[in-house]
């Protein structure tokens, strides 16, 4: 071969590393009270990084979702084809319990394991975490109605993934859907105009409408949101009736959309669809954003997750690839603009574990811990995610031209990074969910700013912000002022949140990092504007890829 072909300083492929070999997630599942899952995270970890997994990934994402609405001789059939891989993904999701397990489990410290699961396994492919989500999310909702949880519940939370269009209480394990937004309203879901009728048994109704988004369409059944007698209200709709029969729901068409492709989303038709009242009459809206709020830990986690591996990949690169006569990681400007995508990464991961473990002791009675989900999980879920796109085009940088083609798959990564910013409520529905819950619940603004304050005295840099914060929320009276600045508000909410996880638990490097930027404002608008005199060689160290049988983990 002639010489003009031999390669030289080209980066080896990143596989056979573990996912979950990363300290920030690790340290937090054990204070965070799950260390007992650490195994089986590090098994999923090992499995996420090696060569089938992201193989599986990859094709589940290059062969896009297909729908069927009829079949060859014209008998409506409204089915979605997927590529085979899709079912390997969803069948180890299901089987580790990454959807409905935790409500089943009364171990301290489910829900965490759960989220570290979410966060190692979605590295894999991200796409099948949607109707992953959508099962976990559904329990809570369901409870509102006790007779159908008796029922449902076990299915959610089974470890069996059985595909296939049956009736579901027939199924080992079923997924669920929701099926909320409308074409005239989106997020304005009280403008929503589908409408449901009693029919035949009391507690259940026909429905009539379109949906505009809804998320999972081959699931077994569907949380929706429909116009009843007494109001807007929330529907349990199988896709299968309990004879057999085909509910009447008709597939339209599925959404061409930027990312996660490998996972379908669609509009859909009910035509008199049968489906059984969840909780009250009018109270649709209640009963339903239990099932959202849920998500909302998804989003934080599954950014977070997306952040790290756009950090391991851009790390990999710059330990084998030289330039200008050394390696880009001993050069200077790249050890900034490494060291600043790793702190943003620790952050987000501290933040979303932390929000993990509130969702497990309000699972089990903690009421401040309730007040700290509730107003910490919208706060997260806006800044986490706002940050994911900026995060991904700066690692995807990071490895210049070869970043940029689909073999590296940071174009996927980047594809997807906008996702959970929308996903139930964009960054205006969430900023602005945070002050309706500052308003309405006081108490979980105590619990907020107690869970801060037991970093006070420890940086000072984190003291003046949070000393900045308490006074702009006393100035800030007049409603119409509150939600013009409520951006600036919430990401101000979430950078102290931040930095006294970092303060108290964090690496003292990561820490000081993140006070002197992000609080001290000695920070530039781009990544890689981090002050001098950090400890970036320790910060980076702890975004380098593991392979199993390595030195032990950077910090443990």
């Known amino acids: 071969m002639p010489t003009t072909h031999e390669v030289t300083n080209q980066v080896p492929p990143l596989t056979g590393h573990d996912v979950a070999a990363d300290p920030a997630l690790l340290e937090a ?28 990934g990859r094709l589940a994402e290059r062969h896009s979702p297909v729908l069927h609405t009829h079949d060859r001789y014209g008998h409506r059939v409204d089915e979605v084809e997927f590529h085979p891989y899709w079912h390997e993904l ?3 999701a299901v089987r580790h319990g990454l959807h409905g397990a935790p409500w089943a489990d009364g171990r301290p410290g489910a829900h965490v394991a759960r989220a570290a699961k979410v966060f190692v396994w979605g590295q894999a492919d991200p796409g099948h975490l949607c109707p992953i989500s959508m099962t976990y999310a559904a329990v809570p909702a369901l409870r509102a109605e006790p007779e159908l949880a008796a029922v449902y519940e076990p299915l959610l939370t089974s470890p069996y993934y059985d595909f296939g269009l049956r009736v579901p209480t027939a199924k080992r394990g079923i997924i669920a859907g929701m099926s909320m937004t409308e074409k005239q309203g989106g997020s304005d879901v009280r403008a929503n105009t589908t409408r449901a009728v009693p029919a035949g048994e009391p507690g259940t109704y026909a429905l009539t409408g379109h949906k505009w988004f809804t998320s999972a369409p081959m699931s077994d059944v569907f949380l929706t949101l429909a116009q009843a007698p007494g109001g807007l209200s929330c529907f349990l709709v199988p896709r299968v009736l309990p004879d057999g029969s085909r509910n009447a729901i008709r597939f339209q068409r599925l959404k061409d959309k930027l990312g996660n492709r ?14 059984r009242l969840v909780g009250e009459e009018g109270r649709g809206v209640a009963t339903i954003i239990r099932m959202v709020n849920m998500t909302r830990l998804d989003c934080a986690v599954s950014s977070a997750s997306g952040m790290r591996q756009g950090l391991v990949q851009a790390v990999h690169h710059a330990r084998h690839r030289s330039a200008f006569g050394a390696r880009l990681v001993d050069q200077p400007l790249m050890t900034n603009v490494l060291a600043d995508l790793a702190v943003e990464a620790e952050a987000a991961t501290i933040a979303a574990l932390r929000l993990a473990g509130a969702v497990d002791r309000a699972a089990a009675g903690d009421a401040e811990e309730e007040q700290l989900r509730r107003l910490g999980l919208a706060v997260t879920k806006y800044w ?14 990071c490895l210049g031209g070869n970043g940029y083609v689909e073999d590296s798959g940071l174009p996927r990564l980047y594809r997807e990074s906008p996702l959970p910013s929308i996903w139930e409520g964009s960054g205006n529905v969430a900023a602005l969910d945070v002050l309706r819950a500052m308003g309405r619940q006081p108490e979980a603004v105590e619990a907020f700013f107690a869970e801060v304050d037991r970093a006070a005295g420890a940086d000072r840099r984190l003291d003046a912000a949070v000393a900045r914060l308490r006074k702009d929320l006393a100035d800030l009276a007049d409603p119409a002022a509150l939600q013009y600045r409520a951006r600036r508000l919430v990401e101000r909410l979430a950078l102290v949140l931040q930095g006294s996880l970092l303060v108290r638990h964090g690496h003292p490097a990561v820490a000081d990092a993140f006070c002197a930027s992000r609080l001290d404002a000695d920070w530039g608008i781009a990544f890689g504007t981090l002050p001098p005199g950090l400890d970036t060689t320790a910060i980076i160290e702890r975004g380098t890829p593991v392979f199993p049988g390595a030195e032990a983990v950077p910090g443990q």
């Open 90 to 92: 969803m069948n180890v």
């Open 29 to 56: 599942l054990h204070r965070e009270g799950a260390g007992w899952a650490e195994a089986e995270v590090r098994e999923l970890g090992v499995r996420a990084g090696g060569r089938q997994a992201q193989e599986w």
């Open 384 to 397: 986490v995610c706002k940050r994911a796109p900026a995060h991904a085009a700066e690692a995807l940088e």
């Open 262 to 275: 490998s996972n379908a989303s669609g509009e859909i038709e009910y035509e008199g669809a049968l489906g």
